[in-house]
């Protein structure tokens, strides 16, 4: 059986329609070859670095105390066969709860690390799924952050595939809401199909 790990930032939690979506995908995996374990990022006491928190991680890593508790995110993301993230998009990106949980997993000698030609990813999962809602139409655009920094980490830690769910324009005047989230999350079944 593999293991899937979902990285639930959904900081609406049930209201989020984000989440909504995300549960879509994860309800059309097969229980007999998924097992699901939901990190949910809002009930963990998730640190950004500062101060003695980051020197403490310096030291660690100086150390090579990788078996150290505040290590437990990273080894997580590290041995997931398969990976799930949902995030709205806010201010261009995600919530920067994400961010700090980002920087939480990258540790060099965990999920990457370095060799001669530069960094290698060093994480077993094969596929990356992102779930996201965006209120306005941001799919080619610039402004667009999220996903495309999510498949940049996807190459950073050496995680083949990536692809994302979204529905957009949920916030336009006018606009089908139910249509749109509907048509996501048929996207989303067919990828949950071929995870």
Not at 21 to 40: M, V
Not at 51 to 70: I, V, Y
Request: proline share 3%; aromatic share 14%.
């Amino acid at each position: 059986m593999k293991k899937v790990l979902f990285v639930n930032c959904c900081i609406r939690r049930e209201q989020s329609r984000s989440l909504k979506l995300a549960k879509k995908f994860l309800d059309a995996l097969d229980p007999k070859e998924y097992e699901i374990e939901e990190l949910c990022l809002m009930d963990e006491p998730l640190e950004y670095f500062k101060d003695s928190f980051f020197a403490q991680r310096e030291r660690l890593l100086a150390e090579k105390k990788f078996d150290h508790p505040r290590f437990r995110y990273a080894w997580q993301f590290k041995d997931a066969d398969k990976i799930v993230v949902a995030a709205p998009f806010w201010d261009l990106s995600f919530p920067a709860l994400l961010k700090v949980y980002i920087e939480n997993i990258s540790v060099d000698g965990i999920t990457f690390g370095y060799n001669e030609n530069g960094p290698i990813g060093l994480c077993k999962a094969d596929k990356l799924v992102f779930v996201t809602t965006r209120g306005g139409c941001y799919v080619g655009s610039n402004l667009e952050l999220g996903a495309k920094y999510m498949e940049a980490l996807c190459e950073f830690f050496g995680i083949d595939k990536f692809e994302c769910v979204c529905a957009e324009g949920i916030d336009i005047y006018g606009a089908d809401v139910e249509g749109i989230m509907g048509e996501a999350e048929d996207q989303a079944r067919k990828i949950a199909a071929k995870f």
